[in-house]
């Protein structure tokens, strides 16, 4: 039997007297692409921010891997194999795009501190790999070609492939896309759904918060909604779109119209 690669049980967030999640309960099966979907306000992003470490849970538990992660630091999260993408795009902007995909690889560097600081051999061999691995990485995106470019001159579409390069360097696991759809034209879009697929076929995990129904509708094999901060469905994207629950959150528009 297939167990979750990520599975979170009566997970709750407070914030004062306002309560961003309650008890939700989900599974992100291995392999698969997940979507997250709800309102806006519905506490996606919160729930994207506990998992990673970014905020402490209230009550709850989450397991990845069958290890607790529940209060886990945000930097050892990441080196167990968890790494995601934001809502607001977090790039260096004025560093080249091929050195914004080395920082993701030097974060599994081991003794990469101590060889820069001395410049030593194994340094020059680590920094030949590192730059090797990151043209890989951005000829992985299509970005190759901007490689020596300023982030902060890329197109809206292109800084959000550069983002999710970036998360790939840290050769995750389970990866985590926040809105990554967000601000694009449908060509992007189109480009964003097949990077998505090649992700997958690379045997990472892929669990998105996405507000386009169409893309979510078109790629996920599964999706859980959230409302208010509570899970009200979850299931197939044929199941999920046809719940009354969910066609009254969305204002009673049908989803794939979205």
Avoid at 10 to 25: I, Q
Avoid at 129 to 151: D, I, K, P, R
Avoid at 211 to 229: N, P, R
Wanted: charged letters at 20%; glycine letters at 6%; aromatic letters at 6%.
């Amino acid at each position: 039997m297939v167990k979750p690669i990520l599975e979170i049980f009566s997970l709750t967030k407070n914030f004062g007297g306002v309560v961003a999640l309650n008890e939700v309960d989900l599974k992100v099966m291995p392999g698969q692409i997940t979507s997250l979907i709800g309102p806006n306000g519905a506490g996606k992003t919160t729930l994207f921010n506990c998992l990673t470490g970014l905020i402490s849970l209230t009550t709850g538990r989450i397991q990845f891997q069958q290890t607790d992660m529940s209060g886990m630091a945000a930097h050892r999260i990441t080196s167990s194999g968890i790494a995601r993408t934001f809502q607001n795009i977090r790039l260096f902007s004025e560093m080249t795009v091929l050195d914004n995909v080395k920082i993701g690889l030097h974060t599994q560097s081991k003794g990469y501190l101590w060889s820069a600081i001395s410049r030593n051999l194994d340094y020059k061999k680590e920094e030949e790999q590192v730059t090797t691995s990151a043209y890989q990485l951005l000829e992985f995106v299509n970005l190759a070609q901007f490689s020596h470019q300023q982030a902060n001159n890329l197109s809206y579409g292109d800084q959000r492939r550069l983002e999710i390069a970036r998360a790939l360097a840290t050769e995750p696991k389970l990866l985590l896309l926040d809105e990554p759809a967000a601000g694009m034209n449908p060509q992007e879009t189109n480009e964003l759904i097949h990077l998505i697929h090649n992700i997958k076929s690379r045997g990472i995990t892929i669990f998105l918060i996405e507000h386009d129904m169409k893309l979510v509708m078109q790629i996920s094999e599964w999706i859980t909604v959230l409302d208010y901060g509570e899970k009200i469905s979850q299931g197939p994207p044929d199941v999920v779109q046809s719940d009354p629950l969910v066609i009254s959150a969305y204002l009673g528009q049908s989803l794939d119209k979205q």
